[in-house]
């Protein structure tokens, strides 16, 4: 039996992985903002919640076999108009997060133990206008991880990541309320939103269940050679899109929504 911590443990991907882990017989450790029935209340923001959940996960666990991270903000903003305490905080959230977490309850991690980071599959592809921000925390999380399996291995650690697709959680429903908060709100573009959110749904159409993500993670966890990166749900469009030369990438965008 292998215990594990997972980070977001109240959120769609979080939940499920949790879920799935406690049926295959591990002991599951959930770390969310708010505490719920099994969930402990730890904000990743904030190192003494983190400090104050490792004497209790140490207490209870003793050691880790894995952390998986799915802690994240998803936001749709303009990067010329959002408040500067927005673009910080997807940085502590997304990035920063994965940092305090992973130098916090690395002490508790055995031999051999695994990290699972849940990156995005717009982490290494070119950004649709005003989701900059996300694709940037996005690619810079998936360097930081980069950066860390070359470390992590000289302590017999491994590090995996993850870039899913769409995903049926209850960030396809906050996407479209920030949309349309964006679109009332900006004073620098003509933003349709309808127009806009044809593009979304389009990309959110081949949406999976949070379960597809639970199955991967348990498979990069069980393999005795998990892969570096798995990929789940990848959207034919956006690789197309993304194999097309930049200036025609610009062109397009730009008639779609102007």
């Not at 939940?15 to 099994?38: F, K, N, P, Y």
């Not at 303009?78 to 977490?101: C, Q």
């Not at 597809?212 to 690789?239: F, G, S, T």
Request: positive net charge; aromatic residues 6%.
């Amino acid at each position: 039996m292998s215990s594990y911590l997972v980070t977001g443990a109240s959120g769609g991907m979080g939940s499920a992985i949790c879920r799935m882990l406690a049926e295959g017989g591990h002991r599951v450790w959930g770390i969310d903002r708010q505490e719920t029935d099994g969930v402990i209340g730890a904000d990743i923001t904030s190192l003494p919640a983190l400090l104050s959940a490792l004497e209790r996960i140490r207490t209870e666990a003793g050691a880790l076999d894995g952390i998986i991270h799915t802690a994240g903000v998803y936001d749709l903003a303009s990067l010329a108009e959002m408040p500067e305490a927005d673009f910080v905080r997807d940085f502590d959230i997304n990035l920063f997060g994965l940092f305090r977490v992973n130098q916090v309850f690395l002490p508790l991690l055995k031999e051999h133990g695994r990290i699972v980071i849940i990156s995005s599959e717009l982490a290494p592809l070119h950004p649709l206008p005003f989701t900059g921000i996300y694709g940037i925390t996005k690619a810079a999380v998936e360097r930081y991880a980069e950066a860390l399996r070359m470390e992590l291995q000289l302590l017999g650690h491994q590090v995996i990541v993850l870039r899913p697709g769409a995903v049926r959680t209850g960030m396809l429903s906050v996407s479209t309320e920030k949309l349309n908060a964006f679109c009332a709100g900006t004073k620098r573009y003509r933003c349709s939103a309808a127009r806009f959110m044809r593009i979304v749904d389009r990309i959110e159409a081949r949406s999976v269940p949070p379960e597809k993500i639970a199955e991967a993670v348990d498979r990069a966890l069980r393999v005795r050679r998990p892969r570096l990166v798995y990929c789940v749900n990848r959207n034919p469009l956006l690789l197309l899109m993304n194999a097309l030369p930049k200036r025609l990438q610009l062109m397009i965008i730009r008639r779609i929504l102007e």
